[in-house]
T-cell receptor, first 112, second 115 residues
Framework: DTGVSQDPRHKITKRGQNVTFRCDPI?????LYWYRQTLGQGPEFLTY????????KSRLLSDRFSAERPKGSFSTLEIQRTEQGDSAMYLC??????????FGPGTRLTVL | AQTVTQSQPEMSVQEAETVTLSCTYD???????LFWYKQPPSRQMILVIR??????QNATENRFSVNFQKAAKSFSLKISDSQLGDTAMYFC????????????FGSGTKLNVKP
């Protein structure tokens, strides 16, 4: 296992379009996290899964955002009707219980 | 709410010298963890060092060590014998102890190691 992977690495879209990102965690990790990082800032928590259950969502996650982890393995993050303010790096991380969170390389979203 | 503050947006250090990155945090929690993560240019974040709040002894990992002052809510990172590969963004992070380990990150310090 080579670590947390994310796809795509870069996404350019027009305002109003829908986008979906995928995260594949380290295989034995039961916890999966999504963060958003804007330029010059640290990552901000968006949401968290334990196995397939989404246990918490940040207020940053508006109704246009939805995340799933259907089988407790990979996760998807969908943004509907994208806005320019959604432009950011979207980071995924995974962990096993209380252990260290391992981060993926991120998906950089640019909304034109 | 927890907040993490990194007051140094950018720092430079000569190769082989020592540099200290500052971090302060605000919390009403007594049990928590503190972390330093490194994010090299265009690469993913990796853990540098972690500190449990209940431990008085400062954590050390090879050339990296912390100065944890719980009463002052200060958590600085010292990098000794700086190497070119240490060039990166460094993020300080706080995690409340409990059944959910969400991170609160600072805004980061960009460290440039000069040859």
């Amino acid at each position: 296992d080579t670590g947390v992977s994310q796809d795509p690495r870069h996404k350019i879209t027009k305002r109003g379009q829908n986008v979906t990102f995928r995260c594949d965690p380290i295989s034995e990790h039961n916890r999966l996290y999504w963060y958003r990082q804007t330029l010059g800032q640290g990552p901000e928590f968006l949401t968290y899964f334990q196995n397939e259950a989404q246990l918490e969502k940040s207020r940053l996650l508006s109704d246009r955002f939805s995340a799933e982890r259907p089988k407790g393995s990979f996760s998807t993050l969908e943004i509907q009707r994208t806005e320019q303010g959604d432009s950011a790096m979207y980071l995924c991380a995974s962990s096993f219980e209380w252990a260290e969170q391992f981060f993926g390389p991120g998906t950089r979203l640019t909304v034109l | 709410a927890q907040t993490v503050t990194q007051s140094q947006p950018e720092m430079s250090v000569q190769e082989a010298e020592t540099v200290t990155l500052s971090c302060t945090y605000d919390t009403s929690e007594n049990n928590y963890y503190l972390f330093w993560y490194k994010q090299p240019p265009s690469r993913q974040m990796i853990l540098v060092i972690r500190q449990e709040a209940y431990k008085q002894q400062n954590a050390t990992e090879n050339r990296f060590s912390v100065n944890f002052q719980k009463a002052a809510k200060s958590f600085s990172l010292k990098i000794s014998d700086s190497q070119l590969g240490d060039t990166a963004m460094y993020f300080c992070a706080f995690m409340k102890q409990g059944n959910f380990n969400k991170f609160y990150f600072g805004s980061g310090t960009k460290l440039n190691v000069k040859p």
